[in-house]
């Protein structure tokens, strides 16, 4: 059982270039999203759907696109990397908000 | 924006003591959730807190749900190494959003 898995671990980018960073879960998860972590400012969300065809903005959108096209995967896409976009990125799923989020493990993301 | 604010943000102390950490809101929630994560993974879920003064028990970890609905605590009782993590309180403000606190890093001192 996979659970949520995120590729890759690691990347590095320069400013301008544009990359996804996958997200699948296999729990039929109608719930997911996605979080950037900062330290100190613990987990962000940066968008979220809530089933196959919805995506709303959480709380940082600028900068990153989503589409939920299937219930298993939530790809994250950003357009033109810039610096401040260096972080770490999780994204979770649940079957709703009041049950645990089940988390990935992350993708290191680099921007120089 | 709805913020939840953890204390302390750092916490050292030695195997075998005791301490508390804060999660506290300027709004009412209805319930709250209490993570766990360590280094190179995603958090993962300890309790979830749904009724004011509820105190729930896990081994060592002690978590208390404030009466007015706008707070909670973790205590954990004779701390050890394997504590080590940074905890995070997650709060549902009524919205389609799970908001997360600042996080509380532990380390706990053989």
């Known amino acids: 059982n996979a659970g949520v898995t995120q590729t890759p671990k690691f990347q590095v980018l320069k400013t301008g270039q544009s990359m996804t960073l996958q997200c699948a879960q296999d729990?039929?998860?109608?719930?997911m999203s996605w979080y950037r972590q900062d330290p100190g400012m613990g987990l962000r969300l940066i968008h979220y759907s809530v089933g196959a065809g919805i995506t709303d903005q959480g709380e940082v959108p600028n900068g990153y696109n989503v589409s939920r096209s299937t219930t298993e995967d939530f790809p994250l896409r950003l357009l033109s990397a810039a610096p401040s976009q260096t972080s770490v990125y999780f994204c979770?799923?649940?079957?709703?908000?009041?049950?645990?989020?089940?988390f990935g493990n992350g993708t290191r993301l680099t921007v120089t | 924006t709805q913020l939840l604010e953890q204390s302390p943000q750092f916490l050292s102390i030695q195997e075998g003591e005791n301490l508390t950490v804060y999660c506290n809101s300027s709004?009412?929630?209805?319930?709250l959730q209490w993570y766990r994560q360590e280094p190179g993974e995603g958090p993962v879920l300890l309790v979830t807190?749904?009724?004011?003064?509820e105190v729930k028990k896990l081994k060592r970890l002690t978590f208390q749900f404030g009466d007015a609905r706008k707070d909670s605590s973790l205590h954990i009782t004779a701390a050890q190494p394997g504590d080590t993590g940074l905890y995070l309180c997650?709060?549902?403000?009524?919205?389609?959003?799970?908001?997360f606190g600042t996080g509380t890093r532990l380390t706990i001192i053989p």
């Open positions: 997650a709060v549902n403000f009524g919205n389609e959003k799970l908001t």
């Open positions: 979770a799923s649940t079957g709703q908000l009041s049950s645990p989020l089940h």
């Open positions: 709004s009412v929630f209805s319930s």
């Open positions: 729990m039929n998860h109608e719930y």
């Open positions: 807190v749904v009724t004011g003064g």
